[in-house]
């Protein structure tokens, strides 16, 4: 059984442009989490998807990021026109339905450098 | 609010040694707590956890007891191997389905 797998692992990207990032969750997995790892920092939480659902974004910042879980495919965190301070590493984490948001499965990380 | 701090890296032990990495918290409630490991290249991995005071977590030789009255959660190895190298994270999750993590201890053991 495939664990999380995120990707690219690893994106470069200029100022203003458009950056994209995938989660795929463990087969069966029906939630997935967003955090975001400033340098320096620990993980911050940032969203929770359902499929098709948006249950908790209070951790998004409120302009250029925007995530989704559609029904069928991964689910996809989307910077637009990036800044310098959105360079970090963005983990995703998934769980199955029905079980404690304790149980997270975290995939490797994505790093976003913004040049 | 809930935060974690944790002690500061980056820490060298040669094999065999005793492990401590502290942890405390400050949270609203009544948190789970947990320790999460990251392994060059892989994603966190749960380590342990406990979900009530006075609890102990343990797994792979680490462990680690929920103290409220320190509001701490502080790892423990008592015999390092050099496979146990890598970032340990501390966390909390309070109520709702958000963790709150440290920053992050990395950890090199030497033969």
């Known amino acids: 059984n495939a664990g999380v797998m995120q990707n690219p692992r690893h994106l470069v990207r200029r100022r203003g442009q458009e950056a994209r990032l995938r989660c795929s969750p463990m087969k069966g997995h029906s939630h997935v989490y967003w955090y975001r790892q400033l340098p320096e920092e620990g993980l911050k939480f940032m969203v929770y998807?359902?499929?098709?659902?948006?249950?908790?974004e209070s951790g998004m910042p409120k302009e250029r990021f925007s995530a989704e879980f559609p029904k069928e495919g991964p689910s996809i965190l989307r910077i637009q026109q990036v800044v310098r301070g959105d360079s970090a590493a963005y983990f995703c984490a998934s769980s199955p339905a029905g079980v404690s948001p304790d149980t997270q499965y975290f995939g490797p990380g994505t790093r976003l450098t913004v040049l | 609010g809930n935060s974690v701090t944790q002690m500061e890296g980056p820490v060298t032990l040669s094999e065999e040694a005793f492990l401590t990495i502290n942890c405390t918290y400050t949270?609203?409630?009544?948190?789970?707590l947990f320790w999460y490991v990251q392994y060059p290249g892989e994603g966190l991995q749960l380590l342990l956890k406990a979900t009530k005071a006075d609890d102990k977590g343990s797994n792979k030789g680490f462990e680690a007891t929920y103290r409220k009255e320190t509001t701490s959660f502080h790892l423990e190895k008592g015999s390092v191997q050099v496979s146990d190298s890598a970032v340990y994270f501390c966390a909390l999750r309070n109520t709702g389905n958000q963790f709150y993590f440290g920053t992050g201890t990395s950890l090199t053991v030497i033969p």
């Open positions: 949270a609203t409630g009544y948190p789970s």
């Open positions: 998807l359902q499929k098709e659902n948006i249950i908790d």
